[in-house]
């Protein structure tokens, strides 16, 4: 009995580890991760077919794919007014073109890195396909790449085109004769065209006509362009898997020039000069905006309700004078609910000139919902306020004690309330040594009482009061608001800045409770200085940029130095603007008038500034090509990340391997036209060009 048992015990165990491993089935090996694009098996036309009829591409591939972001990274030469149908179906692609098929023409479809395998999304890169309607298929090619002319920046994604009509009049007039887009590192190359002479340009076409608008970011080269083919031999390594030598063999390649086009794309920043807005957004302040910056003020006169004041406002306005706000000074015009002005000012006509346009403005004065509601519950509580101090007036008269909270409450009502200005400093913490002191007020100010503001030093323990301290004054034109004090502060010392009563005076007669605060000027030890010896003998200034192209400081090159004393500890990047009309300030191009914009070049490594520390830097602003010029850290538009898992692992063991900040950068960009720069960048490119010719 007692073993019949024990034999059933062991068989529901056993039925039990039996069940229990068959919930717990384990996922099965799926084989090593695919990291390998799809492959191009066949299509209808073929690759390169000629005397092509009709209308539809059908492209097969050795397994399932996906097209990801065809309109911007796929383009059809030659320019397309309804683009094709593109779709992705199991593992074909096919392209059907809406346009009529025009003859004795070669066509090109550029996907540039749109399609990718199904599962692992694996990219395939530069794929191309290209068929004629005549006898022959074009195939000469133009390369190069298109950087943002201010930054450097790769400009991904964006029209690049020819014209084979040399016509300074084609870019503005004509649709580009054939395109390509650039890829994420901003390089490009045009395919498929016939032996000639073109121009070439690059486009962001923000309205779809393939042509250039002033508004539009363009890039432009006056160079006239020969495209040629030729033959070379090399010695090509093929590699087995896991990256061994695998043979090594003699290849016959072509080669397409040019292949180093270098395009630096602006913007004219042109824009129409028109009155945008305006409105009363208090009873005190009128705002006027207009579409871009503008020369000089408008001028306003007023019409109702008359003004018993000659000046009756204060603008405020930055340097650009797009933004103007007119801080009305009349109190009869603040109490009214509208102005009436006439506003004189510089438009864009139809010609587009300018000319002078007057506008007739109302500026109405609307309280909002928000703000009734608010008024009303202010109203309420000054209503149930004065019916209690009724109340304590009443029971004092009758000759009752009030209590003590009584009495002070009714001392508070009795007191005559007198409005105050309110100001502050600019900042607060410590003040760098460049640094200005500043105070900031609610409304325009009509005086500052330099009798009244007192600043003093510490000395040991004791404050020492400063004489002969400069008068606080604005930073700029128009802006109303912001004083500060010009004068150089010691280092590591501390001050205390007093402003009385009374020493600041608003345009509404407000004047200032007193103010008393400390402050400290830091010292030189907590700073680091940089000096860096470049080759440049023209005018040029340097930008000191934190994170990605943060302003920090600007300074001049002098006698091939640029000297930038007192910069807090960190990393920062270097920028070098070659300014050509020295004005202080990077200009844009202009096309019609055929101006380059100024160039523009990186410090090719980051520079990490320590504290109580000088670093010097020598750099030749040429001897690195200007698409490698950029730090990876300071760059915004980053190449895609690559799906290929084999690459990414390759990259990594070079960067373990790597000791240098130059080698983390050659992942990105080409080095195109790699020979070291010598003078001009652009022309550079070209001599560079004629080299290999």
């Not at 040019?258 to 395009?263: D, F, I, K, R, T």
């Not at 001897?623 to 850290?633: E, S």
Request: proline share 6%.
């Amino acid at each position: 009995m007692k073993l019949n048992r024990l034999v059933h015990i062991v068989l529901m165990a056993i039925a039990g580890l039996v069940l229990y491993s068959c919930a717990n089935i384990g996922a099965p090996e799926g084989g090593p991760m695919d990291i390998t694009p799809p492959k191009f098996v066949k299509s209808s036309p073929a690759q390169g077919a000629v005397n092509v009829k009709g209308n539809k591409v059908e492209i097969t591939f050795d397994e399932i794919v996906n097209i990801k972001d065809q309109q911007k990274k796929v383009s059809v030469s030659p320019v397309q007014k309804n683009p094709p149908v593109i779709k992705a179906m199991g593992k074909k692609l096919t392209i059907e073109f809406r346009d009529e098929m025009l003859p004795n023409t070669t066509y090109s479809i550029d996907f540039s890195n749109s399609i990718e395998d199904n599962n692992e999304g694996n990219p395939l890169d530069g794929f191309s396909f290209a068929f004629s309607t005549g006898d022959e298929v074009d195939s000469l090619q133009i390369s190069g790449i298109m950087l943002r002319a201010r930054d450097l920046e790769p400009m991904q994604h964006l029209i690049v085109g020819v014209h084979s009509n040399l016509n300074d009049t084609a870019f503005t007039n004509i649709p580009l004769e054939r395109i390509c887009r650039t890829n994420d590192r901003g390089q490009f190359t045009l395919r498929n065209l016939k032996p000639g002479r073109y121009h070439v340009f690059g486009l962001k076409d923000m309205d779809g006509d393939y042509r250039m608008a002033r508004t539009e970011d363009i890039a432009f080269v006056d160079e006239i362009y020969v495209p040629s083919a030729s033959s070379y031999q090399s010695q090509d390594t093929v590699f087995t898997y896991d990256n061994k030598v695998d043979t090594v063999v003699t290849g016959t390649h072509t080669m397409f020039l040019p292949n180093n086009v270098l395009l630096t794309m602006f913007n004219e920043d042109y824009h129409s000069m028109y009155l945008k807005t305006y409105n009363r957004p208090s009873p005190s302040r009128m705002h006027v905006l207009f579409s871009t910056k503008c020369d000089t003020l408008p001028t306003i006169n007023l019409i109702s309700p008359k003004s018993y004041a000659q000046s009756w406002y204060v603008p405020e306005y930055t340097e650009r004078k797009d933004s103007i706000f007119y801080w009305v000074t009349d109190s009869a015009l603040i109490k009214s609910d509208s102005i009436v002005v006439a506003m004189s000012y510089m438009r864009t006509d139809s010609t587009d000139n300018l000319s002078l346009q007057t506008d007739t403005l109302t500026f109405a004065y609307r309280k909002s919902g928000s703000l009734l509601k608010q008024e009303a519950a202010e109203k309420k509580e000054r209503e149930q306020h004065a019916k209690r101090i009724a109340q304590l007036r009443e029971k004092q008269e009758k000759g009752k004690e009030l209590n003590p909270e009584e009495q002070k409450e009714l001392e508070l009502a009795e007191k005559p309330v007198i409005p105050k200005l309110k100001f502050d400093f600019a900042r607060r913490g410590d003040y760098d040594v460049y640094d200005s002191l500043k105070l900031t007020f609610p409304t325009p100010i009509a005086k500052i009482d330099p009798a009244g503001i007192h600043l003093e030093i510490k000395r040991d323990t004791l404050w020492h009061e400063l004489t002969d301290i400069p008068q606080f004054r604005q930073p700029q034109e128009g802006s109303v608001l912001t004083y500060y004090l010009p004068m150089d502060f010691e280092p590591d010392s501390t001050y205390r800045i007093t402003v009385d009563s009374l020493a600041v005076t608003s345009v509404y007669g407000i004047q200032n409770d007193p103010l008393s605060t400390d402050f400290r000027i830091k010292g030189y030890e907590e700073y680091a200085n940089l000096l860096v010896n470049v080759n440049v003998k023209d005018h040029a200034f340097a930008e000191l940029l934190s994170g990605q192209d943060k302003l920090e400081r600007t300074v001049p090159v002098v006698d091939g130095k640029i000297d930038i004393p007192n910069v807090l500890p960190g990393t920062y990047f270097l920028r070098l603007v070659l300014d050509a009309n020295d004005n202080g300030v990077w200009d844009t191009g202009n096309y019609l008038n055929h101006i380059q914009p100024e160039e523009v070049y990186y410090f090719p490594k980051k520079l990490k500034l320590r504290k109580n520390w000088d670093a010097e830097e020598t750099w030749d602003i040429y001897a690195t090509a200007l698409d490698l010029q950029k730090p990876m850290d300071a760059r915004r538009n980053k190449p895609e990340e690559s799906k290929n898992k084999l690459e990414q692992s390759r990259n990594r063991d070079k960067k373990k391997n790597s000791n240098s900040d130059e080698d983390e950068e050659d992942e990105f960009g080409t080095g195109i036209g790699a020979t070291p720069y010598s003078g001009n960048k652009y022309q550079d490119y070209q001599n560079n060009n004629r080299r290999q010719r």
